[in-house]
């Protein structure tokens, strides 16, 4: 097993306000976006121009579902209910949680002047230590970013791809991580604590659920756009909980450490300032948590270009310095 590491990292100042970067992605966004209708959502590759790599995304149809666990589930917590009905839009997901291998071209390079969308997003700033603790890199999760850096990558992302990409919320994840049906066998789905040999593993070597996403259970946990509150009784719409606070927020899937009660769509996770415990500065770094060896992320896009005022808000929450 894998012990925690003293970290020293290097602050840099909360971002200034961008909507006015927004605004221009906004606009490229929209003029690449060219799916129209639920019928136009096909599975595709969004190339990153300048690499070999791309983001794999699968499509997701809206619908409704029951969000939450029933009280007889194995291994159910209080916080998973009470269930109720949620209604969600058409979406498309990554099929993969993101690798080292896109997220370390988001932290230790820009796009040298050919993309300036992309170059004026924030960059977290260079850690001390190699990152992936010695666990790999080619092909594997990227672990230990804060909510903040993720919801940065995504903003990245979308100027270097053109589409708009941004965190799940936790609805959308459940539902996906459902995909309309049971639960697959942890053994051929998840990498978890009985058979991970104590680190996480490559991306994709499990079997997909029904929608065609690996690694939705185990591996490394997923963080979601949403800030972990209880759930409100009653039936919602595309419900997404927005930050008001450092913490917690709601991270979920369950992770390469963890046993086979915490690999289940419906299983909940706050986050917590321990998470960067031995990061030694005041205040906190607002990029790693150097204690999460376990936590990655995965991006939705969404049918629907949302507008300016809504991708600022989900790119920008303003409330990544830890109190």
Known sequence: MITGILLCLALVEPPQDDAKLVESLRRRIVEHSSEKSPAAMKPYKDALPGTDLAVEMAPIPGGTFIMGTPENEPGRKPDEGPQHKVTLEPFWMSRYEVTWDLYRLFQFSKAEGRDPDADAVSHPTRPYVEMSFGMGINGYPAISMTHHAANKFAQWLSARTGHFYRLPTEAEWEYACRAGGAQENLEVSAW????????YQKVG???PNAWGLYDMLGNVMEWTLDQYEPYQAGPAKSPWVKSTRPYPHAV???????????LRCGARVPSDVSWKMQDPQLPKSIWYHTE?????????RPLRVPSVVEMNSYWNNGVEVDP
Do not use: M
Request: proline letters at 3%.
């Open 192 to 199: 978890f604590k009985t058979n991970s040999s104590g680190k």
């Open 205 to 207: 070597a499990k079997k």
């Open 292 to 300: 999460a060896l376990w936590l990655g992320f995965r991006l939705v």
């Open 252 to 262: 979920r899937g369950g992770s390469w450490s963890d046993g086979p009660e915490k």
